[in-house]
């Protein structure tokens, strides 16, 4: 049972243009979500987060939005740079550590 | 400037024969987390120290045990790996997970367990 979903594997995104990545979850219970960066051969870095509260966070080129009605959240990262290319995991915590999603791979081609 | 180090970085064991990965941290944070990722798929919580405070996920195989002797280590023992156990192992640290402290996670780079 997954509670929290990446329904696109994969996306490739033109550099300058915006990047959108999307995730769906389950649990009414998740207070806190969070995105994290994965480059190969290397751990998870922690990118942007955003609490219940909020409907939107922004740091630099990255955007979190939040829809507590849909159960939907989504990282927007504007303009896309070739560095940009990763795979993107969303996460969510409620009365537990951290559910992730199985991640997508972003694409950015020059 | 490594703030959680993983060691090692690759892992080759026979099945059944015992294998121990290692972790430690230098941000002095209460609570350690031991995850199991498999190709293309969310890390998996196997289970997690607050402190020393050992928390076991319900569905973590009883073949993987931990240990965290102090605050800056801990480690993931696996007594008898089987084939299903090839994967990346990463270990996380965090200051709080509790609601309302929104704390994020700080990753390891992995260990990469092949099992022969």
């Known amino acids: 049972d997954q509670q929290v979903k990446q329904n696109s594997p994969s996306l490739s995104v033109q550099e300058g ?26 751990g998870p870095t922690f990118l942007i987060s955003i609490s219940s509260i909020k409907d939107k966070n922004e740091d630099g080129r990255f955007t979190v ?18 560095g940009d290319s990763a795979v993107y995991f969303c996460a969510a915590r409620g009365t537990t550590p951290l559910v992730f999603g199985k991640g997508t791979r972003l694409s950015v081609i020059a | 400037d490594a703030m959680v180090i993983q060691n090692p970085r690759y892992q080759v064991t026979q099945f059944g024969k015992p294998v121990t990965l290692s972790c430690s941290q230098t941000l002095n944070h209460n609570v350690m987390y031991w995850y199991q990722q498999k ?32 605050t800056s280590f801990c480690f993931l023992d ?18 709080d997970f509790a609601r309302g402290s929104n704390q994020p996670q700080h990753f390891g780079d992995g260990t990469r367990l092949s099992i022969l």
């Open chain 1, 17 to 42: 243009r915006i990047s959108i990545l999307n995730c769906d979850y389950t649990n009414s219970m998740f207070d806190y979500f969070l995105w994290y960066k994965k480059y190969p051969a290397e």
């Open chain 1, 65 to 82: 939005f939040l829809n507590k009605s849909a159960k939907h959240l989504s990282l927007h990262i504007v303009p896309s740079q070739p």
């Open chain 2, 39 to 70: 190709s293309s798929q969310a890390p998996k919580l196997l289970f997690h120290y607050y402190d020393k405070d050992f928390n076991n996920e319900a569905d973590t195989p009883d073949n993987f045990q931990s240990r965290r002797p102090n």
């Open chain 2, 78 to 95: 696996i007594r008898s790996p089987g084939l299903g156990d090839a994967a990346m192992y990463l270990c996380a640290t965090s200051r």
